[in-house]
């Protein structure tokens, strides 16, 4: 049995490690090129790692696909659907043995800088800001939407766009993953319920409430759409960015097993 004693090089591989756990102790991550060394930053189980990429998955993006299916249609939609979802599959796999192979990577940019050097390294890094400042932005004017309306639209909707962005600058400086695990199950919970209410409240509807009151009316069900150029790849766009194949790679660095969690 190795040693327990704090600041000893520890492989998290090793079964003793729920001792650790128990008299609260950290260690040293056994990990070439690792940058989280201590054990605190790995720790995330298999269950918390899976409850995160679903979120990632099940973002606020698939609150998008009706949209995206009425202009792409039903059945270009459910293949640009299903076949990005077996892309980022497959990027996940990809992934996965890329971060097996060499342990200091961390992120996006660390991989392009492993492919392409410095320079590639820093333009994955931007636009990884670039694309989660937006995708932070969406999801500032979704809350404050929702807030609006909690509120009966009595605060101007700037001020609940403040309030979000400053809940989420809060929620965003807790360190590591583990600490965050309630608020992905909440989120992911909340997001879930939402959607089922839909998908049950417009089957107990006999007629949508833009339809005419009186007489047949066409529900606009569009098997093949033919949008333009620019609505295509909007509606294509916002299928891949609700799987967010960007970010697959972090629960992995924070598994505290990373190899029984990335599989």
């Known amino acids: 049995m190795a040693s327990l004693k704090e600041g000893t090089v520890y492989n998290p591989d090793r079964k003793d490690i729920g001792q650790l756990e128990k008299v609260g102790e950290s260690y040293a991550v056994e990990n070439p090129g690792e940058v989280f060394d201590q054990s605190e930053y790995r720790a995330l189980g298999w269950i918390p790692a899976a409850v995160i990429l679903l979120k990632l998955c099940f973002a606020t993006g698939v609150l998008a696909i009706p949209a995206t299916f009425s202009v792409l249609g039903y059945v270009p939609g459910l293949i640009v659907l299903l076949g990005f979802g077996a892309l980022t599959t497959y990027y996940a796999y990809i992934m996965y043995v890329f971060r097996m192979r060499y342990a200091g990577i961390h992120n996006i940019a660390d991989a392009a ?121 909007t509606a294509a766009v916002n299928i891949f960015g609700q799987l967010s194949p960007g970010l697959l790679v972090h629960a992995n660095i924070h598994a505290r097993h990373y190899r029984d969690e990335s599989a």
């Open 113 to 233: 800088g492993m492919v392409g050097g410095p320079v590639l390294r820093e333009v994955a890094g931007a636009l990884f800001i670039v694309a989660w400042t937006l995708a932070s932005g969406a999801g500032f004017i979704g809350l404050a939407q929702g807030f609006e309306a909690l509120s009966s639209h009595n605060v101007c909707n700037t001020v609940w766009t403040l309030v979000a962005a400053v809940c989420t600058a809060l929620l965003a400086s807790i360190q590591t993953l583990g600490r965050l695990t309630i608020f992905t199950w909440i989120g992911f919970a909340s997001l879930f319920t939402a959607v089922f209410i839909i998908v049950i409240g417009v089957t107990q509807v006999d007629r949508p409430a833009a339809a005419p009151q009186e007489g047949p009316f066409d529900i606009d069900v569009v098997t093949i759409g033919a949008p333009a150029v620019a609505p295509g790849l």
